[in-house]
């Protein structure tokens, strides 16, 4: 029996969870540095000679950015939550065809031998194989590319 197969494996990258909206320590961050600069700005732009009016401003300033630096300290991460691990199939193994040849070992499964074992999880089509077992036309994977789609396939 001699097969050709002409499919590589794909992999899909993962882009992972995207946050949207302003976060809450993004958000103490950028007022931490908006109030460190109001401060600035205004301790520069006050009159070497204040008034009574002036040093309460200037104490409020300074209040309020110390409370935003203390509160950004004290922030704790919140924990994660749990993730639960996925559950992948397990490919039969009764429908396992070892082909060894003098280079290489290659195993393939037969579709119409894993419908007949019960395993009714959609098959990666960019996997299949045309070919004829035991007479029949019908479509092979190999065991590498049902593990690259996320597949446990016994074995290596």
């Given at each position: 029996?001699?097969a ?7 992999s899909?990258?993962?882009s992972?969870?995207v946050e ?14 908006g109030?460190v ?8 732009a006050?009159?070497?000679?204040a008034?009574k009016?002036?040093?309460l401003a ?6 309020l950015?110390?409370?935003?630096i203390?509160h950004?300290l004290?922030d704790?991460p ?8 996925v ?15 003098a ?12 419908r ?22 019908d ?8 593990r ?6 016994s074995?290596?």
């Open positions: 029996m001699t050709i197969f002409r499919s590589a494996s794909r899909v990258p993962s992972g969870i949207r909206g302003v976060q809450p320590r993004r958000f103490a961050t950028f007022l931490t540095g109030a600069a109001l401060a600035l700005v205004m301790g520069a006050m009159p070497a000679k008034d009016k002036d040093d200037k104490a409020l300033i300074a209040a950015v110390v409370g935003a203390a950004e004290n704790k919140k924990p994660q939550p749990e993730v639960e691990p559950k992948r199939p397990k490919v039969p193994s009764v429908c396992e065809i070892a082909i060894n040849g280079e290489r070992s290659v195993s393939l499964y037969s579709e119409n031998c894993l007949d074992e019960g395993f009714d999880y959609r098959l990666p089509r960019g996997c299949a194989n045309s070919a004829r077992v035991f007479g029949r036309s479509r092979v994977y190999s065991a590498q590319c049902l690259d789609a996320g597949f446990r396939v074995g290596r």
